[in-house]
């Protein structure tokens, strides 16, 4: 199931990107891309803490959107 706005993580930093609570806190987008995504390791789950302001990281974040195993990163395209 994709991401759902409405359901983001409240951790989000606002823009484009963000992860919802389908979110079980894997670790795969950390590992893409650190600089973008975070762990609440309290709460168990990712979010997005921070917006990609370079190319690199607007590559790495698409590529860490499709391969996330439950779909819990989301672009809502604005």
Same mark, same amino acid.
């Given at each position: 199931?994709? =991401?759902?706005?409405?359901? $983001?993580?409240?951790?989000? =930093? %606002? @823009? $484009?990107?963000?992860? +919802?609570?389908? /979110?079980?806190? #894997?670790? !795969? &987008?950390? +590992?893409? /891309? %650190?600089?973008?995504?975070? $762990?609440? @390791?309290?709460? $168990?789950?990712?979010?997005?803490?921070?917006? %990609?302001?370079?190319?690199?990281?607007? *590559? !790495? /974040? *698409?590529?860490? !959107?499709?391969? #996330? %195993? &439950? @779909?819990?990163?989301? +672009? +809502? @395209?604005?």
């Amino acid at each position: 199931m994709p =991401a759902v706005f409405e359901n $983001r993580n409240s951790d989000n =930093a %606002p @823009g $484009r990107y963000y992860i +919802d609570s389908q /979110c079980y806190d #894997c670790g !795969l &987008c950390v +590992d893409i /891309c %650190p600089t973008i995504f975070k $762990r609440n @390791g309290k709460k $168990r789950y990712s979010f997005v803490g921070a917006q %990609p302001e370079q190319a690199t990281h607007e *590559k !790495l /974040c *698409k590529e860490a !959107l499709e391969t #996330c %195993p &439950c @779909g819990a990163i989301g +672009d +809502d @395209g604005k």
